[in-house]
């Protein structure tokens, strides 16, 4: 790739049928082939029969292995080395890079770009094949430095997900102006080695899903960006810098798109989807301008504002996920139409190099001030000639950024020459103070996987499966206490939702007995498996515990999942049992009332 531009690159990955879509007996509407040079994507209208194609770079079938006609099977193996490792390597010849996953809700985004344990996605692998190329370097002149930043976006604000949820700003990060583009002041976490990237991974996993216990169990949707710094320094024998490579890579994880006139889509969800919905709509109308050679307008939205720098000076790879049931006809089409339409931006691409780190940024962030000072120009020239309202609002906006401007550019150039300075020794301590504030900022959940648990814990339920069972809460032997923050008697367990009082609860663990219970506090709400606990409740392998209105949990007992329920629960089963217990307090039977009914009672019982 040459400065010259190149067109985005684009791929689409069509997952296998989900249980919604096999319930409703749907049809495979989509087939794929593989050419010499790029590769065609088909998609029949369910209801005309007319087939339409659609040309991209790469068509990725994980439907099946074993169905023919449809494109040979990708596996998440097949996906990164076409695109994750292109990427990772524009990104080590110091180019930014955006790699982005578009389609709407259930479409595969997240397992194309996370992945699962045991399948890795785009983004881990891509993290470890980092790490593998600098373990491989022999050459000792070269210095490498790695961090790694995560933000979510959530209802258009940038939420900082290394950081502890305390810490945050009530309305969210404001990305700043640098001569590396617009970014945000966020944690980021020097790493030696690929288990510092995972585990940063991990906490931002949990502190979402903390956030999400908290807020609303059954949705807490947000765009997410995981942001991989990479610099190399070359050294002279006589200790001189004589070149520094730096590249910024973007892995964005969207939020699916939504029809917010579904049934059921209404308060936070509705908030959510129209939140979604319009940076989506931001990001395309930008994706618009671009192919059309016009100036977009990034300050539609957050998303659109942080990725700014990678749409216009980097290399874009687009992966569009795809359902291929015919009952998701629409939404699938949709997808394929924007990634038709992104295929045709061209964006140039320049290497970060440079001999002279300082220098460089002195004169890219010069540059910042004389453009920034020739659009404030045009627009006094418009706003005083023609009276347009428009353009004195716009020059305003602008006067407050070119003042904002100036202090960014100084606490940005500070920071950088702060960077310059720091030796592997700082980046080392720098790191362990996170991982230390990082180790008391879940409110007592543990970093470690359940996997890993021996001792008796709490496992989260929630709607959304991927945030399910990611929070390890364990018990210690004698008594957990749980509760509200609390100054003068912090709990063990810090939990700060609705219905959620101080000593809430006590969690024990008689170890000699083998046996764990829960005693619930004054006037809290404190459910067993749909009940209200009364005394000293006794909790078994796979009770189910609720605290409060919104934290539903799994007890598990390792060693002893014989004296527990042999069936695993789920968040929708932890909810159906308090409508059971309900209904049959009340002389009913549960039976008699439909799922939605039962869905609604349990709802209002919180």
């Not at 976490?189 to 609303?216: M, Q, W």
């Not at 807490?220 to 890579?249: C, D, M, P, Q, W």
């Not at 917010?260 to 889509?265: E, R, V, Y």
Request: aromatic share 6%; glycine share 8%.
């Amino acid at each position: 790739m040459g400065d010259e531009g190149e067109s985005v690159q684009v791929a689409v990955r069509m997952r296998c049928f989900n249980k919604r879509e096999m319930d409703a007996a749907s049809k495979r509407i989509i087939r794929m082939e593989r050419l010499l040079k790029g590769s065609n994507t088909f998609i029949t209208n369910p209801e005309s029969g007319e087939e339409r194609k659609f040309n991209f770079d790469y068509s990725f079938q994980t439907h099946s292995e074993t169905e023919r006609g449809i494109g040979d099977f990708a596996s998440q193996e097949t996906v990164f080395e076409d695109l994750g490792r292109p990427v990772m390597n524009s990104s080590l010849e110091g180019r930014n890079v955006c790699l982005f996953a578009y389609g709407q809700t259930g479409a595969g985004k997240s397992f194309s770009m996370l992945g699962k344990p045991d399948q890795p996605g785009i983004i881990p692998r891509t993290c470890n094949a980092i790490f593998d190329m600098i373990d491989s370097n022999t050459d000792k002149s070269y210095e490498f430095a790695v961090d790694i930043q995560v933000v979510e976006i959530y209802c258009e604000m940038v939420n900082d997900l290394l950081a502890d949820r305390k810490t945050w700003p009530q309305n969210g990060h404001k990305p700043r102006l640098t001569d590396k583009g617009y970014v945000v002041d966020t944690v980021r976490k020097p790493c030696f080695a690929y288990p510092d990237i995972e585990s940063a991974f991990t906490f931002a996993d949990k502190n979402r899903s903390v956030g999400s216990h908290a807020l609303n169990p059954e949705s807490s949707r947000a765009h997410t960006i995981y942001t991989i710094n990479y610099e190399r320094k070359k050294r002279h024998e006589s200790g001189k810098v004589v070149e520094t490579v730096f590249a910024r890579l973007n892995l964005v994880d969207l939020a699916g798109s939504e029809r917010t006139d579904s049934a059921g889509t209404t308060g936070q969800m509705l908030k959510e989807g129209n939140a979604i919905n319009l940076s989506l709509t931001a990001l395309g109308g930008c994706i618009k301008a671009l192919s059309e050679h016009k100036k977009p307008n990034f300050r539609d939205s957050k998303l659109t504002l942080l990725l700014q720098a990678s749409m216009t000076n980097g290399k874009v790879v687009m992966i569009a996920a795809l359902s291929p049931a015919s009952l998701c006809f629409e939404e699938s089409m949709s997808t394929l139409r924007f990634a038709e339409r992104i295929k045709m931006v061209k964006i140039k691409a320049s290497k970060n190099v440079t001999a002279d780190p300082v220098a460089e940024m002195k004169k890219a962030m010069e540059g910042m001030r004389e453009q920034l000072q020739a659009e404030i120009d045009r627009l006094r020239r418009v706003a005083t000639g023609g009276g347009d309202p428009d353009a004195m609002e716009e020059l305003q906006t602008r006067l407050k950024e070119q003042a904002e401007g100036a202090e960014s550019m100084k606490a940005e150039f500070e920071r950088k020459m702060r960077e310059l300075e720091e030796g592997a020794a700082e980046r080392q301590k720098r790191a362990a103070e996170i991982n230390s504030m990082q180790s008391h900022a879940l409110g007592g959940a543990s970093l470690l996987s359940k996997e890993a648990m021996t001792d008796p814990h709490l496992l989260n339920l929630h709607e959304d499966p991927r945030l399910a069972e990611t929070l390890v809460y364990p018990l210690k032997k004698g008594e957990t206490t749980v509760g509200r923050m609390n100054k003068d008697k912090p709990p063990d367990l810090e939990f700060g939702g609705m219905g959620i009082v101080k000593n809430h609860a006590v969690l024990e663990w008689d170890e000699a007995a083998g046996r764990c219970y829960v005693t619930a506090g004054p006037r809290s709400r404190t459910l067993v498996n749909g009940r209200q606990a009364e005394g000293r409740t006794e909790l078994k392998h796979n009770f189910r515990l609720w605290l409060g209105n919104n934290y539903a949990f799994k007890f598990a007992f390792p060693g002893h999942e014989a004296d527990g329920d042999e069936t695993a629960p789920d968040y929708f089963a932890a909810e159906e049992e308090i409508a059971e217990n309900a209904s049959f307090e009340m002389g009913g039977a549960s039976g008699d009332l439909p799922h939605t009914l039962n869905h609604k009672l349990s709802e209002a019982l919180k």
